[in-house]
């Protein structure tokens, strides 16, 4: 079991990034809060979690411990998977998404691409009584402006876009009046805003 990594990144692509660990480079999927924290050439430490299935052994990577604990609870749910939970963790921080758990706020779940009404109802029903409490939101593992400067929050909410199945034409309009709109926002706190909005079109 492989429960974290410490070395250079080799590289970070749109839903995934490379460390390397004495001479071995670990490839590993993550969401943009944690993809945001990492800087090619630079060493960083992220927590991992390996899921072993039929088809092979993935690594998930993460910021920090409420991250990955989430992504395990939610992978408790019936019919949840490991490439759902990601997508969970994409839009909103382990503290908020917990907050919509407790509140049984099902609605706010359906933001999450590929949550339906029926799954989202699941999640509140499983899940809010197995919450604890977490970070506050925007704590480390979120992205601001302040710390990459507005433009490469931008891309990077752009590129979490394409990545949950929006065109870069459709995605950029709308990432960069919201930017321009709040420039402190968090990376999770756009791309949440930007879903909410493209998901009206």
Known sequence: MIDSLNGEVL???LDH??????GVGYRFLAAPPT??????????????AMVVKDDGV???GFSDADAR?????LQTVTGLGPKLALACLSVFEPADLAAHIAA?????IQSIPGVGKKMAERIVLE??????????????????PAAGGAGLVT???????VGLGFTERAARPVVEQLVAGAPEETSSSLLRAALSQLGKK
């Open 11 to 13: 590289s970070i692509g």
């Open 17 to 22: 990034a490379v460390i390397e660990c004495a």
């Open 69 to 73: 604990t989430m992504f395990h609870k």
């Open 58 to 60: 993935t690594l998930y």
């Open 35 to 48: 993809l945001g924290r990492l800087t090619r050439g630079e060493k960083r430490r992220v927590l991992t």
């Open 127 to 144: 899940l809010k009584d197995k919450i604890e409490a977490v970070a506050p939101a925007g704590g480390a593992g979120a992205i601001s």
């Open 104 to 108: 049984e706020d099902a609605k706010a």
């Open 155 to 161: 891309e990077q909410v752009i590129e979490a876009l």
